[in-house]
Nanobody
């Protein structure tokens, strides 16, 4: 499974962005997907995750209602909508995927994922 993350860019504080994760040649409908981010000099941080059926979601502690993950299986895409962006959100954002035994399982640890995308840079200016 090859994942492609896109949608990053340079935005101002307070703006919104929607990141996309696609899997050309594979189907995300059978995979649980997560988003992680990594800022320079910092460890990879969990952002959000969604189950393969799209019904279950989980968010990192810092999200505080600003971030929403969704899944469009027909479009074979997982989205990460981020609102009220802050300079502290500046990082490379990665999507990851894994097949799970049950379609309601969400995976929050990076070690739980088998497939990773290349990442998309998000830069938030003050």
């Amino acid at each position: 499974v090859q994942l492609q993350a896109s949608g990053g860019g340079l935005v101002h504080a307070g703006d919104s962005l929607r990141l996309s994760c696609t899997a050309p040649g594979s189907t995300l409908s059978s995979l649980a997907v997560g988003w992680f981010r990594q800022a320079p000099g910092k460890e990879r941080e969990f952002v959000a995750a969604i189950s393969s059926n799209g019904d279950e979601t989980y968010y990192g502690d810092f999200v505080k209602g600003r971030v929403f993950i969704s899944k469009n299986n027909a479009a074979n895409t997982v989205y990460l909508k981020m609102n009220k962006l802050h300079p502290a959100d500046t990082a490379v954002y990665y999507c990851a995927a894994v097949a799970t035994v049950q379609d309601i399982v969400v995976v929050v640890y990076p070690e739980g994922y088998d497939h990773w995308g290349q990442g998309t840079q998000v830069t938030v200016s003050s």
